[in-house]
Protein backbone atom coordinates (compact mmCIF):
# COMPACT_ATOMS: atom_id res chain seq x y z
CA UNK A 1 0.00 0.00 0.00
CA UNK A 2 1.08 3.33 -0.55
CA UNK A 3 1.78 5.82 1.94
CA UNK A 4 -0.04 9.07 2.61
CA UNK A 5 2.58 11.84 2.46
CA UNK A 6 1.16 14.62 4.13
CA UNK A 7 1.93 17.85 2.58
CA UNK A 8 1.83 19.87 5.65
CA UNK A 9 3.63 18.65 8.48
CA UNK A 10 2.31 19.13 11.84
CA UNK A 11 3.57 21.74 14.10
CA UNK A 12 6.19 21.37 17.01
CA UNK A 13 7.46 18.07 15.89
CA UNK A 14 10.53 18.91 17.17
CA UNK A 15 11.28 15.90 19.10
CA UNK A 16 8.48 16.91 21.44
CA UNK A 17 5.02 15.15 21.70
CA UNK A 18 2.20 17.38 20.14
CA UNK A 19 0.12 17.30 23.22
CA UNK A 20 -4.08 17.77 23.05
CA UNK A 21 -6.03 18.31 26.10
CA UNK A 22 -9.42 19.49 26.84
CA UNK A 23 -12.64 18.44 28.93
CA UNK A 24 -14.07 15.28 27.42
CA UNK A 25 -17.40 17.33 26.76
CA UNK A 26 -18.11 21.27 27.22
CA UNK A 27 -20.43 21.49 29.68
CA UNK A 28 -20.43 24.93 31.08
CA UNK A 29 -19.12 28.47 30.20
CA UNK A 30 -17.29 28.37 33.23
CA UNK A 31 -16.37 24.73 33.24
CA UNK A 32 -14.32 25.59 29.28
CA UNK A 33 -13.23 28.44 30.35
CA UNK A 34 -11.31 27.55 33.67
CA UNK A 35 -10.27 24.23 32.55
CA UNK A 36 -8.71 25.35 29.57
CA UNK A 37 -7.11 28.09 31.04
CA UNK A 38 -5.60 25.88 33.56
CA UNK A 39 -4.66 23.63 30.59
CA UNK A 40 -2.69 26.48 29.02
CA UNK A 41 -1.20 27.91 32.15
CA UNK A 42 1.34 24.86 32.32
CA UNK A 43 2.51 25.69 29.02
CA UNK A 44 2.69 22.53 27.39
CA UNK A 45 -0.14 21.78 25.43
CA UNK A 46 -0.18 22.39 21.88
CA UNK A 47 -3.91 22.13 20.90
CA UNK A 48 -7.58 22.14 23.21
CA UNK A 49 -9.91 19.59 23.10
CA UNK A 50 -13.95 19.31 23.88
CA UNK A 51 -16.73 17.24 22.24
CA UNK A 52 -19.56 18.88 21.71
CA UNK A 53 -21.75 16.21 19.50
CA UNK A 54 -21.50 13.44 22.16
CA UNK A 55 -21.64 9.60 20.53
CA UNK A 56 -22.76 8.32 23.57
CA UNK A 57 -23.18 4.17 23.95
CA UNK A 58 -26.62 4.29 25.33
CA UNK A 59 -29.55 6.76 24.98
CA UNK A 60 -30.35 8.90 27.63
CA UNK A 61 -27.29 10.63 28.60
CA UNK A 62 -25.69 13.77 28.17
CA UNK A 63 -25.15 14.21 24.40
CA UNK A 64 -23.63 17.04 23.86
CA UNK A 65 -24.23 21.07 24.07
CA UNK A 66 -23.90 21.28 20.47
CA UNK A 67 -23.24 24.38 18.67
CA UNK A 68 -23.83 26.39 21.45
CA UNK A 69 -20.67 25.34 22.91
CA UNK A 70 -18.94 26.41 19.93
CA UNK A 71 -18.76 30.15 20.98
CA UNK A 72 -17.48 28.99 24.42
CA UNK A 73 -14.54 27.19 23.13
CA UNK A 74 -13.88 29.71 20.46
CA UNK A 75 -13.13 32.36 23.78
CA UNK A 76 -11.18 29.90 25.31
CA UNK A 77 -9.11 29.62 22.61
CA UNK A 78 -8.89 32.96 22.15
CA UNK A 79 -7.76 33.77 25.36
CA UNK A 80 -5.27 31.03 26.04
CA UNK A 81 -3.72 31.28 22.30
CA UNK A 82 -4.01 27.76 21.64
CA UNK A 83 -5.95 26.56 18.82
CA UNK A 84 -9.12 24.07 19.22
CA UNK A 85 -10.10 20.51 18.08
CA UNK A 86 -14.04 18.93 17.95
CA UNK A 87 -15.15 16.10 17.08
CA UNK A 88 -16.98 15.52 14.02
CA UNK A 89 -19.49 12.67 13.22
CA UNK A 90 -21.76 14.37 10.19
CA UNK A 91 -21.83 16.85 7.19
CA UNK A 92 -23.74 19.12 9.56
CA UNK A 93 -21.27 19.02 12.27
CA UNK A 94 -18.73 19.80 9.57
CA UNK A 95 -20.49 22.82 8.53
CA UNK A 96 -21.05 23.92 11.65
CA UNK A 97 -17.14 23.73 13.14
CA UNK A 98 -15.72 25.66 10.21
CA UNK A 99 -18.49 28.34 11.02
CA UNK A 100 -16.77 28.88 14.25
CA UNK A 101 -13.28 28.55 12.89
CA UNK A 102 -12.18 25.58 15.00
CA UNK A 103 -9.14 25.01 13.60
CA UNK A 104 -8.39 21.17 13.54
CA UNK A 105 -11.44 18.33 13.62
CA UNK A 106 -11.29 14.27 15.06
CA UNK A 107 -13.40 11.60 13.85
CA UNK A 108 -14.61 9.16 16.75
CA UNK A 109 -14.12 6.22 16.92
CA UNK A 110 -17.66 4.89 15.93
CA UNK A 111 -17.28 7.05 13.52
CA UNK A 112 -14.55 5.57 11.51
CA UNK A 113 -15.89 2.50 11.86
CA UNK A 114 -19.02 3.18 9.02
CA UNK A 115 -17.27 4.08 5.86
CA UNK A 116 -20.78 6.11 4.81
CA UNK A 117 -19.83 8.18 7.95
CA UNK A 118 -16.35 8.90 6.81
CA UNK A 119 -17.26 9.48 3.33
CA UNK A 120 -19.77 11.56 4.41
CA UNK A 121 -17.07 14.17 6.27
CA UNK A 122 -14.74 13.49 3.65
CA UNK A 123 -17.28 15.07 1.04
CA UNK A 124 -18.12 17.97 3.27
CA UNK A 125 -14.55 18.77 3.79
CA UNK A 126 -13.87 18.74 -0.02
CA UNK A 127 -11.39 21.73 -0.75
CA UNK A 128 -11.09 22.85 3.10
CA UNK A 129 -7.74 23.19 4.32
CA UNK A 130 -7.64 21.85 7.57
CA UNK A 131 -5.96 18.97 10.04
CA UNK A 132 -8.15 16.16 10.45
CA UNK A 133 -7.14 13.51 13.13
CA UNK A 134 -8.65 9.91 12.82
CA UNK A 135 -9.25 7.54 15.44
CA UNK A 136 -8.53 4.23 15.55
CA UNK A 137 -12.40 2.02 14.83
CA UNK A 138 -13.76 0.44 17.92
CA UNK A 139 -12.90 -2.94 16.32
CA UNK A 140 -9.80 -3.73 16.01
CA UNK A 141 -9.66 -3.56 12.04
CA UNK A 142 -6.35 -2.15 10.57
CA UNK A 143 -7.78 -2.29 6.87
CA UNK A 144 -11.04 -0.15 8.14
CA UNK A 145 -8.77 2.50 10.12
CA UNK A 146 -6.23 3.35 6.96
CA UNK A 147 -9.10 3.28 4.44
CA UNK A 148 -10.93 6.59 6.78
CA UNK A 149 -7.32 7.92 5.73
CA UNK A 150 -7.62 7.00 2.32
CA UNK A 151 -10.83 8.99 2.04
CA UNK A 152 -10.10 12.18 3.68
CA UNK A 153 -6.63 11.79 1.44
CA UNK A 154 -8.95 11.42 -1.65
CA UNK A 155 -10.92 14.04 -0.67
CA UNK A 156 -7.55 16.58 -0.79
CA UNK A 157 -6.67 16.44 2.95
CA UNK A 158 -3.34 16.59 3.03
CA UNK A 159 -2.36 17.25 7.41
CA UNK A 160 -3.76 14.24 8.35
CA UNK A 161 -3.06 12.76 11.45
CA UNK A 162 -4.11 8.80 13.35
CA UNK A 163 -5.51 8.74 16.79
CA UNK A 164 -4.65 5.32 19.09
CA UNK A 165 -7.12 5.06 21.59
CA UNK A 166 -7.86 1.46 21.96
CA UNK A 167 -10.07 -1.58 21.08
CA UNK A 168 -13.44 -2.40 22.44
CA UNK A 169 -13.56 -6.13 23.96
CA UNK A 170 -16.00 -8.48 25.80
CA UNK A 171 -16.08 -8.54 29.75
CA UNK A 172 -14.31 -6.82 32.50
CA UNK A 173 -10.94 -5.85 31.35
CA UNK A 174 -7.79 -3.96 33.05
CA UNK A 175 -8.60 -1.21 30.27
CA UNK A 176 -11.77 0.11 28.96
CA UNK A 177 -10.41 -0.26 25.58
CA UNK A 178 -6.93 -2.62 25.37
CA UNK A 179 -4.77 -1.21 23.08
CA UNK A 180 -3.51 -3.69 20.68
CA UNK A 181 -0.32 -1.94 20.49
CA UNK A 182 0.62 -4.27 17.35
CA UNK A 183 -2.29 -2.87 15.46
CA UNK A 184 -1.14 0.33 15.99
CA UNK A 185 2.67 0.00 14.89
CA UNK A 186 1.45 -1.48 12.06
CA UNK A 187 -0.28 1.40 11.01
CA UNK A 188 2.48 3.00 11.35
CA UNK A 189 4.73 1.01 9.91
CA UNK A 190 2.66 1.37 6.46
CA UNK A 191 1.92 5.02 6.92
CA UNK A 192 4.73 6.47 8.80
CA UNK A 193 4.69 9.94 7.45
CA UNK A 194 1.28 9.88 9.08
CA UNK A 195 1.92 11.39 13.04
CA UNK A 196 0.36 8.17 15.56
CA UNK A 197 -1.12 10.17 18.89
CA UNK A 198 -2.10 7.99 21.35
CA UNK A 199 -4.74 8.55 23.45
CA UNK A 200 -4.61 7.12 26.93
CA UNK A 201 -7.76 8.84 28.27
CA UNK A 202 -10.39 6.51 26.28
CA UNK A 203 -7.59 3.44 26.21
CA UNK A 204 -7.45 3.62 29.93
CA UNK A 205 -10.74 4.54 31.32
CA UNK A 206 -9.09 5.26 34.97
CA UNK A 207 -7.25 8.10 36.15
CA UNK A 208 -4.45 5.84 37.30
CA UNK A 209 -3.94 4.28 34.14
CA UNK A 210 -2.91 7.29 32.30
CA UNK A 211 0.64 7.86 33.16
CA UNK A 212 1.66 4.39 32.81
CA UNK A 213 -0.30 4.23 28.91
CA UNK A 214 0.89 7.78 28.25
CA UNK A 215 4.89 6.96 29.16
CA UNK A 216 4.34 3.45 26.95
CA UNK A 217 3.16 5.64 24.40
CA UNK A 218 6.51 7.74 24.68
CA UNK A 219 8.57 4.84 24.97
CA UNK A 220 7.03 3.27 21.70
CA UNK A 221 7.79 6.80 19.98
CA UNK A 222 4.19 8.01 19.49
CA UNK A 223 4.43 12.05 18.16
CA UNK A 224 1.81 12.95 20.76
CA UNK A 225 -0.70 12.28 23.10
CA UNK A 226 -4.53 13.35 23.40
CA UNK A 227 -5.84 13.65 27.61
CA UNK A 228 -8.93 14.20 28.56
CA UNK A 229 -9.19 16.95 31.85
CA UNK A 230 -11.76 18.28 33.43
CA UNK A 231 -11.68 21.43 35.94
CA UNK A 232 -13.54 19.09 38.79
CA UNK A 233 -13.29 15.53 37.00
CA UNK A 234 -15.45 13.40 39.82
CA UNK A 235 -18.51 15.93 38.40
CA UNK A 236 -17.89 15.93 34.99
CA UNK A 237 -21.30 15.13 32.82
CA UNK A 238 -19.36 12.41 30.92
CA UNK A 239 -16.57 10.10 31.10
CA UNK A 240 -15.46 10.98 34.87
CA UNK A 241 -13.53 8.43 36.22
CA UNK A 242 -10.51 8.92 33.36
CA UNK A 243 -10.24 12.77 33.19
CA UNK A 244 -7.55 14.53 34.84
CA UNK A 245 -7.43 17.70 37.10
CA UNK A 246 -4.86 20.15 34.81
CA UNK A 247 -2.94 19.90 37.99
CA UNK A 248 -2.30 16.49 37.56
CA UNK A 249 -2.10 16.73 34.01
CA UNK A 250 0.67 18.81 34.03
CA UNK A 251 2.23 17.33 37.02
CA UNK A 252 1.81 14.22 34.73
CA UNK A 253 3.43 15.75 31.63
CA UNK A 254 6.59 16.88 33.95
CA UNK A 255 7.12 13.58 35.03
CA UNK A 256 6.92 11.56 30.94
CA UNK A 257 9.98 10.74 29.99
CA UNK A 258 9.79 11.24 26.22
CA UNK A 259 12.47 8.69 24.05
CA UNK A 260 14.59 9.98 21.21
CA UNK A 261 14.76 7.65 18.06
CA UNK A 262 18.72 7.59 17.94
CA UNK A 263 21.77 8.77 20.07
CA UNK A 264 24.00 11.58 18.92
CA UNK A 265 27.25 9.73 19.89
CA UNK A 266 28.60 7.51 17.81
CA UNK A 267 30.35 4.95 20.08
CA UNK A 268 27.09 4.54 21.67
CA UNK A 269 25.60 3.69 18.10
CA UNK A 270 28.25 1.09 17.39
CA UNK A 271 27.24 -0.73 20.75
CA UNK A 272 23.76 -0.70 19.97
CA UNK A 273 24.63 -2.02 16.22
CA UNK A 274 26.88 -4.33 17.78
CA UNK A 275 24.14 -5.87 20.06
CA UNK A 276 21.33 -5.96 17.27
CA UNK A 277 23.97 -7.65 15.34
CA UNK A 278 23.65 -10.71 18.68
CA UNK A 279 20.16 -10.71 18.57
CA UNK A 280 20.16 -10.78 14.56
CA UNK A 281 22.33 -14.26 14.86
CA UNK A 282 20.45 -15.50 17.73
CA UNK A 283 17.04 -14.80 15.91
CA UNK A 284 18.59 -17.09 12.91
CA UNK A 285 19.71 -19.50 15.36
CA UNK A 286 15.97 -19.74 16.57
CA UNK A 287 14.18 -20.00 13.37
CA UNK A 288 16.71 -23.07 12.30
CA UNK A 289 15.96 -25.06 15.76
CA UNK A 290 12.29 -24.21 15.07
CA UNK A 291 12.70 -25.85 11.86
CA UNK A 292 14.49 -28.93 12.63
CA UNK A 293 11.74 -29.51 15.56
CA UNK A 294 9.19 -29.03 12.73
CA UNK A 295 11.10 -31.58 10.48
CA UNK A 296 10.52 -33.92 13.43
CA UNK A 297 7.04 -33.03 13.67
CA UNK A 298 6.87 -34.00 10.58
CA UNK A 299 8.37 -37.49 11.18
CA UNK A 300 5.36 -38.02 14.02
CA UNK A 301 3.35 -36.70 11.42
CA UNK A 302 4.34 -40.14 9.19
CA UNK A 303 4.56 -42.27 12.06
CA UNK A 304 0.59 -41.51 13.29
CA UNK A 305 -0.26 -41.49 10.22
CA UNK A 306 0.97 -45.35 9.52
CA UNK A 307 -0.01 -46.08 12.95
CA UNK A 308 -3.53 -44.56 12.28
CA UNK A 309 -2.86 -42.52 15.44
CA UNK A 310 -4.94 -39.16 16.04
CA UNK A 311 -3.17 -35.96 15.24
CA UNK A 312 -3.79 -34.71 18.93
CA UNK A 313 -2.79 -36.59 22.02
CA UNK A 314 -4.39 -34.90 24.69
CA UNK A 315 -1.83 -36.25 27.50
CA UNK A 316 1.32 -35.27 25.42
CA UNK A 317 -0.14 -31.65 24.95
CA UNK A 318 -0.63 -31.62 28.69
CA UNK A 319 3.04 -32.23 29.21
CA UNK A 320 4.31 -30.44 26.78
CA UNK A 321 1.94 -27.19 28.09
CA UNK A 322 3.00 -28.52 32.08
CA UNK A 323 6.74 -28.64 31.26
CA UNK A 324 7.54 -25.51 28.72
CA UNK A 325 6.27 -22.54 31.20
CA UNK A 326 8.10 -24.10 34.03
CA UNK A 327 11.09 -24.57 32.23
CA UNK A 328 10.79 -21.01 31.47
CA UNK A 329 10.29 -19.94 34.47
CA UNK A 330 13.51 -22.18 35.85
CA UNK A 331 15.88 -20.10 33.31
CA UNK A 332 13.99 -16.78 33.98
CA UNK A 333 11.82 -16.10 31.12
CA UNK A 334 7.82 -15.20 31.64
CA UNK A 335 5.61 -18.68 31.81
CA UNK A 336 2.65 -17.10 30.16
CA UNK A 337 4.97 -15.99 27.25
CA UNK A 338 6.17 -19.29 26.81
CA UNK A 339 3.00 -20.46 27.05
CA UNK A 340 1.67 -18.26 24.44
CA UNK A 341 4.72 -19.25 21.81
CA UNK A 342 4.28 -23.17 22.17
CA UNK A 343 0.47 -22.87 21.15
CA UNK A 344 1.50 -21.19 18.40
CA UNK A 345 4.31 -23.51 17.62
CA UNK A 346 1.87 -26.28 18.58
CA UNK A 347 -0.64 -24.67 15.90
CA UNK A 348 1.95 -25.11 12.98
CA UNK A 349 2.45 -28.78 14.11
CA UNK A 350 -0.74 -29.68 13.81
CA UNK A 351 -0.58 -28.09 10.30
CA UNK A 352 2.09 -29.73 8.99
CA UNK A 353 1.04 -32.76 10.38
CA UNK A 354 -2.57 -32.40 8.94
CA UNK A 355 -1.07 -31.98 5.74
CA UNK A 356 1.37 -35.13 6.15
CA UNK A 357 -1.61 -37.23 6.32
CA UNK A 358 -2.58 -35.80 3.06
CA UNK A 359 1.09 -37.36 1.73
CA UNK A 360 2.13 -40.43 0.75
CA UNK A 361 4.52 -42.86 3.55
CA UNK A 362 7.04 -42.71 1.27
CA UNK A 363 7.56 -39.27 0.66
CA UNK A 364 9.15 -38.66 4.05
CA UNK A 365 12.19 -36.80 3.47
CA UNK A 366 13.31 -36.47 7.18
CA UNK A 367 13.09 -40.33 8.41
CA UNK A 368 15.88 -42.00 9.73
CA UNK A 369 14.87 -45.13 10.13
CA UNK A 370 12.02 -45.70 7.10
CA UNK A 371 11.11 -49.48 8.17
CA UNK A 372 9.48 -47.98 11.67
CA UNK A 373 7.16 -46.33 9.25
C1 LIG B 1 -13.77 11.42 22.91
O1 LIG B 1 -12.62 11.66 22.54
O2 LIG B 1 -14.36 12.10 23.75
C2 LIG B 1 -14.44 10.24 22.37
C3 LIG B 1 -15.74 10.12 22.31
O3 LIG B 1 -13.55 9.32 22.01
P1 LIG B 1 -13.68 7.92 21.21
O4 LIG B 1 -14.19 8.27 19.83
O5 LIG B 1 -12.27 7.47 21.21
O6 LIG B 1 -14.58 7.03 22.00
MN1 LIG C 1 -14.47 11.09 26.44
Not at 44 to 54: D, E, F, M, P, S
Not at 118 to 142: F, R, S, T, W
Not at 309 to 334: C, D, H, M, N, Y
Not at 341 to 359: A, G, M, P, V, Y
Request: aromatic share 8%.
Amino acid sequence: MQDIRPLHTWPNFKGLPYLIAGPCSAETPDQVRNTCAQIASGGKINLLRAGVWKPRTRPGHFEGIGEAALPWLQEASLATGLPLTVEVATAKHVEVALKYGVDVLWIGARSTVNPFTVQEIANALQGVDIPVMVKNPINPDLALWIGALERLYQAGLRSLAAIHRGFSALGVQKYRNPPQWQLALSLKSQLPSIPLFFDPSHTGGKRNLIYPLSQKAMNLNYEGLMIESHQRPDEAWSDAAQQLTPADLNTMLAQLCVRKTSVSDESENLFLEELRQRIDAQDRELIEILTARMELVEDIGYFKKAHNLAIFQRERWTEVFKTRPEWALELGLSAAFVEKLFLLIHDESINIQTSTFKKNLSENPFAEDKSKL
